[in-house]
């Protein structure tokens, strides 16, 4: 198969491969990058964003919340949703695998 340029001329094999290669690593990199991202955020304290939450909205009571608190106040919240969803999933996971552990140990004594 022949590749061809955004003009419509023919590439040369070499730049081709080059290309596919470099398609590639993107490829695997975003996998990576999104595995360090999910451990980032089963890291982080979820006690830390309901803290700035809360001020956030003593704030807005008072009336002092501007349109860049207000985004912030919205992000913080989206996050602290997320903290707490990837940790209940990876509860779930750790509660799935102990048991398969003990069934599995179990079945070393039959």
Same mark, same amino acid.
């Given at each position: 198969?022949?590749?061809?340029?955004?003009?419509?001329?023919?590439?040369?094999?070499?730049?081709?491969?080059?290309?596919?290669?470099?398609?590639?690593?993107?490829?695997?990199?975003?996998?990576?990058?999104?595995? #360090?991202?999910?451990?980032?955020?089963?890291?982080?304290?979820?006690?830390?964003?309901?803290? !700035?939450?809360?001020?956030?909205?003593?704030?807005?009571?008072?009336?002092?919340?501007?349109?860049?608190?207000?985004?912030?106040?919205? !992000?913080?919240?989206?996050?602290?949703?997320? #903290?707490?969803?990837?940790?209940?999933?990876?509860?779930?996971?750790?509660?799935?695998?102990?048991?398969?552990?003990?069934?599995?140990?179990?079945?070393?004594?039959?």
């Amino acid at each position: 198969m022949v590749k061809t340029t955004k003009g419509g001329k023919t590439m040369n094999p070499t730049d081709a491969y080059r290309k596919e290669l470099r398609k590639k690593e993107l490829k695997r990199n975003k996998k990576e990058r999104k595995k #360090v991202r999910e451990v980032g955020i089963l890291k982080k304290d979820p006690e830390t964003f309901k803290e !700035q939450i809360h001020k956030l909205e003593a704030m807005k009571a008072d009336g002092a919340l501007d349109k860049a608190r207000k985004h912030k106040k919205r !992000q913080l919240e989206d996050t602290l949703n997320l #903290v707490i969803k990837k940790r209940k999933v990876m509860r779930n996971f750790i509660n799935i695998f102990s048991l398969w552990d003990i069934w599995c140990n179990s079945l070393i004594f039959f």
